[in-house]
C-alpha cells in the first residue's frame, strides 16, 4: 500500500477488507473456496500496482511503448479482475478445473480486456480529453509506428473488431467451462459497448447513459 497514490489507499483498504469479509463462513454455505478469494485479491494487487504505473506515466508526460501500454492498460481496464471476483459465490460450478482455466489467461478474457481498455481509450481520444493529459492507446500506437492519430484510432479499432471475433469463438460449444461462466465475461464487453458506443459515457453520462439507465430501473414496461 505504501506505494499507491494517497487518494487510491482508502479504495485499496476497503476492497481488501470485502475480500476478508468474503472468506467469513457464509450459513448453509460453508467457507468460499480460499483459491478464489487469493486469484481475486492478487488480480487487486496487480491493478493497483498497474494504476501506480499509469500515474508515474502521467505526472510525467510520458508516452510508453505501444506494448508495455498494451501490458499495463490491460490490467488498468479491470476486466481481468472483475471477471476473477464474479466467481465469488457462484458455488459449486466453479471447480478446481475451472479455476485453472480462469487462472490460464483464456483468450477470451484477454479479448474482453482489450474491448474495455481501447474503446474507452477511443472516446477518450475523441472527446478531445477533456478528462486532461494522459497516455492512451492511440498516443502509444502513434508513438510506436510514426501515424496520423486517425491512422492509429483505426488501427485499434480493428483490434477491437478481431476481439470480439475471438470472443464469440470462446462462446462456440462446445465451451471450455460451463456457460454460466463465460456469462459474465461477454456481458462485460456488452456492458462497455453500450458506455462507449456514441460518446465517452462514463465521463459525460448525461449524454446518452443517464437515458439507459432511466429506461432501466425508473420507467414501466408497456404490458
Known amino acids: 500500500m505504501s506505494q499507491l497514490p494517497e487518494y487510491i ?10 475480500y476478508a469479509e468474503f472468506n467469513k463462513p457464509q450459513p448453509q454455505q460453508g467457507t468460499l473456496s480460499p483459491n478464489i478469494i487469493d486469484a481475486s485479491r492478487k488480480a487487486f494487487q496487480e ?7 499509469r500515474v ?18 490491460l490490467t488498468c481496464s ?14 459449486k460450478i466453479v471447480t478446481q478445473v475451472a479455476l485453472a ?20 481509450d477511443v472516446a477518450y481520444v475523441k472527446f ?5 493529459p494522459s497516455a492512451t492507446s492511440v498516443d502509444a500506437y502513434m508513438k510506436a509506428f510514426m501515424v496520423s492519430e486517425n491512422v492509429a484510432v483505426e488501427a485499434v479499432n480493428k483490434m477491437v473488431k478481431n476481439a470480439w471475433n475471438d ?17 459474465p465475461v461477454v456481458n462485460l464487453a456488452r456492458m462497455n459497448n453500450v458506455v462507449y458506443r ?9 449524454n446518452t447513459f443517464k437515458e439507459y439507465i432511466t429506461l432501466l430501473f425508473f420507467v414501466p414496461v408497456p404490458m
Open 9 to 18: 489507499k482508502p479504495f485499496y483498504e476497503t476492497v481488501l477488507n470485502e
Open 56 to 73: 508515474e506515466w502521467r505526472h510525467g508526460e510520458e508516452v510508453p511503448s505501444f506494448k508495455e501500454y498494451m501490458k499495463i492498460g
Open 78 to 91: 479491470t476486466y481481468g479482475l472483475l471477471c476473477k471476483s464474479a466467481l465469488i459465490g457462484m458455488g
Open 101 to 120: 482455466w480462469y487462472k490460464s489467461d483464456p483468450k477470451i478474457i484477454s479479448a474482453t480486456e482489450l474491448i474495455g481498455r481501447i474503446e474507452a
Open 47 to 53: 491493478l493497483a500496482r498497474s494504476y501506480h504505473q
Open 128 to 132: 478531445k480529453r477533456k478528462r486532461g
Open 198 to 206: 456514441y460518446d465517452d459515457g462514463f465521463t459525460y453520462p448525461e
Open 167 to 183: 470472443l464469440k469463438e470462446g462462446c462456440l460449444k462446445p465451451t471450455e467451462v460451463p456457460m454460466d461462466l463465460l456469462t
